[in-house]
């Protein structure tokens, strides 16, 4: 059989050993294509929670640009309790030496009870 004719036993054998690759290439590709959906879906998964804490963050931040009014208006109101506080201690210090109060600053009808 040397004029290169192949023997049935060598083609059954040659299927054979073309069968046994393929079936390793198919177990080799299945496995690599389930690695690659594993981290498929890890990826999407971390993406999801980065979305979700990225949500957060925005709700939670999203009255900053606020705090320059709020500084504003804050600082109106300590100038006003500072203002009623240099009042009162100014009462208090008139009070302590005037005689006459507090028909002095309300007038004398505050004392014989007229409203």
Do not use: F
Not at 29 to 52: D, K, P
Not at 58 to 70: E, F, K, M, S
């Amino acid at each position: 059989m040397g004029d290169g004719a192949l023997t049935p036993e060598a083609v059954t054998r040659m299927w054979i050993v073309t069968l046994a690759i393929y079936a390793v290439v198919l177990v080799v590709v299945a496995v690599l294509l389930t690695l690659v959906l594993m981290t498929a879906r890890r990826i999407r998964e971390g993406v999801s929670e980065i979305w979700n804490v990225g949500q957060k963050i925005a709700n939670n931040t999203i009255h900053i640009g606020l705090l320059g009014r709020t500084n504003i208006v804050a600082g109106r109101i300590l100038g006003s309790a500072v203002g009623v506080v240099h009042a009162t201690a100014a009462l208090a210090t008139h009070a302590e030496t005037c005689t006459g109060c507090p028909e002095c600053v309300i007038g004398p009808a505050w004392s014989r009870g007229a409203s």
